[in-house]
Structures are given as structure tokens and as C-alpha cells.
């Protein structure tokens, strides 16, 4: 038995996929995943023993600088995956019995299995990005948000803009392979029976007429690597410090400082994760410090508070390991969603991002801090279910025999 797994973005979008492969390995079951060519998947991938299957430009590249490209460029590059993907998974599925896609990009992947005679199953991460009366569509880069109130219409409407960017693409390669045109390309997509890899305590689905969604919790893997050593150090000479850090997400150069300074404002010490923008330091002061990749299953235990980008990874991860959260909300993606869950979970505090000012962040630190704050955290943690990546390849497997 043989899968194909694909997605296309930054780490938040590849380790959910490494986590089901991982499962589905352990079930006897041959990988293989699609997945942007940057040194760093193909390493990771390569140490599992997993075939990895370079698709698009490096996201790095995408993610350089201070913004995201240009709305002509995402254009362009959203039209050049759809091509790069059908010139790659016909080839990607070679004796493969289904193809799992998961992400936004995925545009081909659907139309490809369809050609290829296997089962296709489409993931997301966040129930914001699957349609429901429930929530509006998410923001997507490039796109112009519409002014209007209702989810139906706001989803209807997001229905009519895939298309426009997508439709005339996706039909002309079907049509050279034989297959017939799709009227709704991003339900076609997401097809009526979509697996939601998040936590149901975190992230819970509403039941929506027309979508028979599977909830199988978030993918992931136990990570028992230990902190290195100055790390620990660090964490052992003084009170637990609020961790800061925004992933492959690539905020305002100042957010550091703005960040630190309120929480030296209120007596707290800092941990700023470097991550994709390189973040660092403001002083050489030793109420700071800076890190690089580490555990975080295992960090997030040591500290007071995480402070990060909204991603459906650190937003689990932390809430998993029952810490406060304060969510620097960039207007991208689920980002928002999960801000907002945050919030309304009591769990910790959302802002609008992505350069708050000292004022705002004082006040989050505040509520984030505060002992019920904490014990809400440590509540729903203790609810978090690790067990996301294995139940949904048992489902995998099941149904493929």
C-alpha cells in the first residue's frame, strides 16, 4: 500500500503531513510526499526515510522581506502551481493506492487522483477554511476582503473569486487529460467529506448541512529532543520568561521591541525565537534571550506565556501544553481564526496585528498573566488529544482496505 501526501507552504503546512506519515508508516504503509523544494523539507523528509517530491518555488523566496508579494504575483504564482502540480503528481502517484492533499494550494490534486483512478482525500487544518454559516472565509493574501456582513454571502462570494482565479486553468488541464469541467473549483476541491486535522476542544467543528466533515484532531508528533544547554540556563536563573516568536511568519523588524519593552514594563523576562525574520535582541541585557529551533512541546512548559503569529501549530502546541497565549494576529489565512479562539476560550489575549503598539501589548500581557488566565490554560490542556495523525491514518488505511 502507497499514499501520496501533499501540501504546499511553510512549516505549519509540512509537519502536520510528517506526522501522518510517520502513522501511516508505522501501519506497514509506503509514503511519499509533495512538498516546496527548500533545503529544509527535503532534510527533514530524507531523516524519516521519506520520499520527498519537490513541487513549486522555495517558500522561502515568497516569504523574504517585510510583505507578502504583490497581488499580480501571488496571482501568477497560484497559476503556475496549478500546472507545476499537473506536471508533477501523475508521475508522484505512480502505484500509489490515494493521495491525501491538505492546504490551499492544492488546486491539481483533486483532478489528479481523479485521472490516476485513486482516492482522494482533502485535510484542513483550521475549520475556518472549510464553508459554514458558522464563520466567515478566511483572508486570502491578495484577495480583497468583501464588505459584506452575512457568512453565506461572504462564502458565496469567496466560491465566485476561486473561480475567477482558477477555473479557466484548472478545465483547460483536465480537459488535455479527458476529464469533464469543474463549475465550483473550490468545492471541488475540498469535496463534501473533508478530514479536519485540529482539536476538537480548540478548534471544534459546527455541523453544516451539505459537509460531512471528519474531526480527527491535530497531526502531530511527540518530540523528545532536550533544550540545549544555555536555554536551560537561562530558564533556570530567573522566573518563567514569556516566549516570543512568529514562526515563518515575517513581522515588523520592531515587534521585538515593542514586545519587550512592555514586558519589562511589568517585571517579566524574555525568550525571542529567531525564526524565518531573524528576530533578535534588543540589548545585552540578561533578562533576554534569543533561540533558535528548539523543542517546543517540551519549551512552552517552561514559560510563563507564549506570544506568537496565530499559526494552527503553535496555537495547538501551547494550548497542549495548558500555557497562555497572546496572539499577534497577521491578517492572513487562519491566523485570525485562531486568535479569536484564543479569545474566546478565555485562554489568553488576541490583537489585531501585526505592529501593536507598547499600549496594547501591556494590557494582553495582563489579561494573559493573570492566575485565571492560567487556569483556564492548564484546563483545557489537560482536554488536548495527541493522538490526531494516528486516528486519521488508521482511517486512511481502513478505508483503502
Known sequence: ????????????????????????????????????????????????????????????????????????????????????????????????????????????????????????????????????????????????????????????????????????????????IGLPPVENVRDHVLTDRPWLAADPALGPWRETPGLDVTQTGTWSLPDERPLPADLVSFLEAGDPPVYVGFGSMIPPQDIARSVIEALRAQGHRALVSRGWADLGLVDDRDDCFAVGEVNHQRLFREVAAVVHHGGAGTTATAARAGVPQVVVAVQLSDN???????????????????????????????????????????????????????????????ALR
Open 1 to 176: 500500500m502507497r499514499v501520496l501526501l501533499s501540501t504546499y507552504g511553510t512549516r505549519g503546512d509540512v509537519e502536520p503531513l510528517v506526522a501522518l506519515a510517520v502513522r501511516l508508516r508505522a501501519l506497514g504503509v509506503q509514503v511519499r510526499m509533495c512538498v516546496p523544494p527548500d533545503e529544509e523539507f527535503a532534510q527533514r523528509l530524507d531523516g524519516l526515510g521519506i520520499q520527498p517530491v519537490p513541487v513549486g518555488p522555495p517558500v522561502r523566496e515568497l516569504m523574504r522581506g517585510t510583505a507578502l508579494p504583490s497581488a499580480a504575483d501571488l496571482s501568477r504564482y497560484r497559476t503556475e502551481m496549478v500546472g507545476t502540480q499537473f506536471d508533477v503528481f501523475p508521475s508522484a502517484l505512480d502505484g500509489c493506492d490515494a493521495l491525501v492533499a491538505a492546504g490551499l494550494a492544492q488546486t491539481a490534486a483533486r483532478s489528479a487522483a481523479e485521472a490516476a483512478g485513486v482516492r482522494y482525500v482533502y485535510a484542513s487544518y483550521a475549520a475556518v477554511h472549510l464553508p459554514s454559516p458558522y464563520h466567515a472565509p478566511p483572508p486570502r493574501p491578495g484577495w480583497p476582503e468583501p464588505e459584506v456582513p452575512d457568512n453565506r454571502t461572504r462564502w458565496e462570494l469567496d466560491a465566485r473569486a476561486v473561480n475567477a482565479e482558477f477555473a479557466e486553468t484548472l478545465n483547460r488541464h483536465r480537459a488535455s
Open 336 to 398: 485570525p481564526y485562531w486568535a479569536g479562539r484564543v479569545a474566546d476560550l478565555g485562554i489568553g489575549a488576541a490583537l489585531d496585528g501585526p505592529a501593536p503598539a507598547v499600549v496594547s501589548l501591556s494590557l494582553a500581557f495582563k489579561t494573559a498573566l493573570a492566575p485565571e488566565t492560567r487556569a483556564r490554560a492548564e484546563a483545557l490542556g489537560a482536554e488536548i488529544r495527541t493522538d490526531g495523525a494516528a486516528v486519521a491514518a488508521n482511517l486512511l488505511v481502513d
